[in-house]
């Protein structure tokens, strides 16, 4: 799976049976104030790393159609949501790292259940612009009512995409001398600079792919 435009690359997945990476990289969108007269803008090319809100988890039944709390089957929900993040070169590759977790309701034999997740790119908070889907395999060993796994993903974006313009930096980090008339005004106000902004964050996000009546049931929940 490819993608064309050059700001990003299609995410890649990678089943694993432990936990091979850990750490993460700074968030974007850190302001803080200089001594009262400036503002020092703290960002990383690095995407953000969550999970969507409704797609952390996942419920199986059976049957497949009853919706009986007597007929769960299997729950799992996705934890330990982390990456490393290489921004040094001209893409920025982000390797991300989760867990999932399952509980079965019934412990007869030995059993593996397949779950399908995405991991998908996110720009501007609102723009898809890649996803690719996988699947992680947990197994329970006989008489097991809880197992767990984990899975890999990575992402590369465009430094340049992820990259505020030299402008907008300008407007970010300029010294204000108190009594200025622009010294008590926040430069994100500004609808330039906060699109700009927005256009220059990216997020790696990983959820369960679920369909729309699960993502109904989740919902309701």
């Known amino acids: 799976m490819s993608f064309c435009t050059p700001a990003y690359r299609a995410v890649s997945l990678v089943p694993l049976a432990l936990v091979l990476l850990a750490g993460g990289c700074a968030k974007s969108g850190d302001i803080s104030v200089d001594g009262g007269v400036g503002i020092t803008a703290v960002r990383s090319a690095c995407p953000v790393v969550g999970v969507p809100t409704g797609t952390g988890d996942i419920t199986l039944f059976d049957p497949p159609a009853s919706r009986d709390a007597s007929a769960i089957d299997v729950t799992a929900v996705i934890t330990n949501v982390r990456s490393t993040c290489d921004d040094s070169g001209a893409e920025v590759v982000s390797n991300v790292t989760f867990d999932v977790r399952a509980r079965r309701a019934r412990t007869d034999g030995a059993r593996e259940v397949t779950l399908p997740y995405f991991i998908t790119i996110v720009r501007g908070g609102t723009q898809v612009v890649a996803k690719r889907v996988g699947a992680v395999a947990v197994r329970f060993e006989a008489e097991q009512a809880l ?35 622009d010294a008590a005004v926040d430069p994100l106000s500004t609808p330039e600079v906060r699109q700009a902004v927005l256009s220059a964050s990216f997020e790696a996000l990983v959820g369960f792919q679920l369909t729309d009546d699960q993502l109904r049931y989740n919902a309701q929940r």
């Open 147 to 181: 197992a767990s796994t984990s899975a890999q993903g990575s992402a590369t974006v465009n430094r340049s995409a992820a990259t505020l313009p030299d402008s907008v930096r300008e407007q970010l980090t300029r010294k204000r001398k108190a009594g200025d008339q």
